[in-house]
């Protein structure tokens, strides 16, 4: 076994707050933005001697950051924009009251719902329409797109109502249905989702700079692929529906847009070929990976073998909690691939089915099945945690895991599997104060989960 090297003998938690530290740097948004921009000098030129208007939107919880950067990068070339973000996820640097005094920024920033869509997000979604509806083929529309901009930007396809929407995602998210189930419902229940804000936007020049949240990078779903082709069709989101077995549980207005969908008596969404996407470009500027990569070389930094394992990690996040407690377990014993002090950084995004009325988040009931498989063991720690900073529908990105988790909570009367058992790991690990704290990020690139063994 290698020596732990001195600096690391207190507090193993330091080491991972120093790997969640680097990896949302790694995906600043404001930066991602710019570093794209910096690579292509002659895109910069181009659109800012446009002859027609320069439009920004987009939706997403790393709206705000991305706005400033564009901002700083086109000035007053820009002629106007609208950008939506979650209640929370406004810098005040970006935070622009309407009216706005001559001289501030051109792009509205709007605070809405997530992950049940709501007024505001229909109100704000109504006017990108708007902008958009209004240009013409000299026109540029830089789009931001960032994890969350399903949810945000919300614009019901007729006659669906903003309720329709709420209820349908709401039994989606309750049935564990992953993120790609959801936005292919989502795209068929839309106005501006899979593709038709490229519709709404042509014969405009659109660029779309993206920071993917969704597992494997796939453009047709992260938000709901608003400038992307959807290759996926009324049918499978039926098929989705059957799945989980939501025919009486949707809103019957969802049940009627589906199956007439069916019927082809309403069109699907624009494909791979149509003639609308030739001035669409579509382009990742941050991902899982990046923020993987760089914990992983802070992990080394301070003196760990490390390697990013995978960045594909999905499934239910109680089960997911066991896998990666036998893969800690596996470091410990010296079965694992690399030799102690080591680190297996995992990437992805997990899934929770509700089985009772407690509060947390994926990452959280992740955390909390670990701890129970690892009860006993020493000289391990387990790091769950969403790079949004919200995990869930709470204020905690994420929490801490050990071998002493189980042992500390039933010392205070807390019994962990009930926890477990109603959905309650936020109130079980704020009472341990082994809550990840980090406020809303600004960013959002999935999930990491980081696995120390010493």
Same mark, same amino acid.
């Given at each position: 076994?290698?020596?732990?090297?001195?600096?690391?003998?207190?507090?193993?938690?330091?080491?991972?707050?120093?790997?969640?530290?680097?990896?949302?740097?790694?995906?600043?948004?404001?930066?991602?933005?710019?570093?794209?921009?910096?690579?292509?000098?002659?895109?910069?030129?181009?659109?800012?001697?446009?002859?027609?208007?320069?439009?920004?939107?987009?939706?997403?919880?790393?709206? !705000?950051?991305?706005?400033?950067?564009?901002?700083?990068?086109?000035?007053?070339?820009?002629?106007?924009?609208?950008?939506?973000?979650?209640?929370?996820?406004?810098?005040?640097?970006?935070?622009?009251?309407?009216?706005?005094?001559?001289?501030?920024?051109?792009?509205?920033?709007?605070?809405?719902?997530?992950?049940?869509?709501?007024?505001?997000?229909?109100?704000?979604?109504?006017?990108?329409?708007?902008?958009?509806?209004?240009?013409?083929?000299?026109?540029?529309?830089?789009?931001?797109?960032?994890?969350?901009?399903?949810? #945000?930007?919300?614009?019901?396809?007729?006659? #669906?109502?903003?309720?329709?929407?709420?209820?349908?995602?709401?039994?989606?998210?309750?049935?564990?249905?992953?993120?790609?189930?959801?936005?292919?419902? =989502?795209?068929?229940?839309?106005?501006?989702?899979?593709?038709?804000?490229?519709?709404?936007?042509?014969?405009?020049?659109?660029?779309?700079?993206?920071?993917?949240?969704?597992?494997?990078?796939? #453009?047709?779903?992260?938000?709901?692929?608003?400038?992307?082709?959807?290759?996926?069709?009324?049918?499978?989101?039926?098929?989705?529906?059957?799945?989980?077995?939501?025919?009486?549980?949707?809103?019957?207005?969802?049940?009627?847009?589906?199956?007439?969908?069916?019927?082809?008596?309403?069109?699907?969404?624009?494909?791979?070929?149509?003639?609308?996407?030739?001035?669409?470009?579509?382009?990742?500027?941050?991902?899982?990976?990046?923020?993987?990569?760089?914990?992983?070389?802070?992990?080394?930094?301070?003196?760990?073998?490390?390697?990013?394992?995978?960045?594909?990690?999905?499934?239910?996040?109680?089960?997911?909690?066991?896998?990666?407690?036998?893969?800690?377990?596996?470091?410990?014993?010296?079965?694992?691939?690399?030799?102690?002090?080591?680190?297996?950084?995992?990437?992805?995004?997990?899934?929770?089915?509700?089985?009772?009325?407690?509060?947390?988040? =994926?990452?959280?009931?992740?955390?909390?099945?670990?701890?129970?498989?690892? !009860?006993?063991?020493?000289?391990?720690?387990?790091?769950?945690?969403?790079?949004?900073?919200?995990?869930?529908?709470?204020?905690?990105?994420?929490? /801490?895991?050990?071998?002493?988790?189980?042992? =500390?909570?039933?010392?205070?009367?807390?019994?962990?599997?009930?926890?477990?058992? =109603?959905?309650?790991?936020?109130? /079980?690990?704020?009472?341990?104060?082994?809550?990840?704290?980090?406020?809303?990020?600004?960013?959002?690139?999935?999930?990491?989960?980081?696995?120390?063994?010493?």
């Amino acid at each position: 076994m290698n020596t732990l090297p001195s600096a690391l003998s207190g507090d193993l938690r330091q080491v991972a707050w120093q790997m969640i530290r680097a990896a949302l740097e790694a995906v600043e948004p404001a930066a991602a933005v710019k570093n794209y921009f910096d690579s292509r000098p002659d895109l910069v030129s181009q659109i800012k001697t446009t002859p027609g208007q320069l439009i920004v939107v987009g939706a997403g919880k790393a709206g !705000a950051p991305m706005a400033e950067a564009i901002e700083e990068i086109f000035g007053d070339q820009i002629t106007t924009g609208h950008v939506i973000v979650k209640y929370g996820y406004v810098s005040e640097k970006s935070k622009i009251e309407n009216p706005r005094p001559k001289g501030q920024s051109k792009i509205h920033i709007v605070e809405a719902g997530h992950p049940v869509p709501d007024e505001a997000g229909l109100r704000a979604a109504q006017e990108i329409v708007s902008l958009l509806q209004e240009t013409g083929p000299d026109d540029t529309i830089i789009c931001l797109i960032s994890g969350g901009g399903s949810a #945000l930007l919300t614009l019901p396809a007729e006659p #669906l109502t903003l309720s329709d929407l709420q209820a349908a995602t709401t039994a989606l998210l309750a049935a564990g249905a992953t993120i790609n189930q959801v936005n292919t419902l =989502r795209k068929h229940l839309s106005a501006v989702k899979g593709g038709r804000l490229a519709q709404i936007a042509a014969p405009a020049s659109v660029y779309a700079l993206i920071l993917s949240d969704v597992v494997g990078d796939p #453009l047709e779903v992260i938000a709901s692929g608003p400038t992307v082709p959807d290759p996926t069709t009324f049918a499978d989101a039926w098929a989705i529906v059957e799945q989980f077995q939501l025919q009486r549980t949707l809103p019957e207005a969802v049940i009627r847009r589906l199956r007439a969908g069916l019927a082809a008596e309403v069109s699907d969404t624009p494909k791979p070929g149509d003639l609308i996407f030739e001035r669409v470009h579509n382009i990742i500027i941050g991902s899982n990976r990046l923020a993987a990569q760089a914990a992983v070389k802070a992990a080394q930094q301070a003196g760990f073998e490390a390697r990013l394992l995978t960045t594909f990690l999905e499934g239910e996040a109680r089960e997911v909690g066991k896998v990666i407690a036998a893969l800690a377990k596996g470091l410990a014993r010296d079965e694992g691939p690399l030799p102690r002090p080591a680190c297996l950084v995992l990437g992805g995004e997990t899934t929770v089915t509700l089985q009772g009325h407690g509060r947390g988040g =994926r990452n959280q009931e992740m955390a909390l099945a670990a701890a129970l498989a690892l !009860a006993g063991w020493s000289n391990l720690l387990i790091t769950c945690f969403g790079t949004d900073g919200s995990d869930g529908p709470t204020d905690a990105a994420g929490a /801490f895991a050990d071998g002493q988790t189980v042992g =500390r909570a039933q010392a205070i009367g807390l019994a962990p599997v009930e926890y477990l058992q =109603r959905n309650d790991a936020y109130n /079980f690990f704020a009472a341990l104060d082994d809550l990840i704290l980090t406020g809303p990020t600004n960013t959002n690139v999935n999930d990491l989960t980081f696995i120390l063994a010493w």
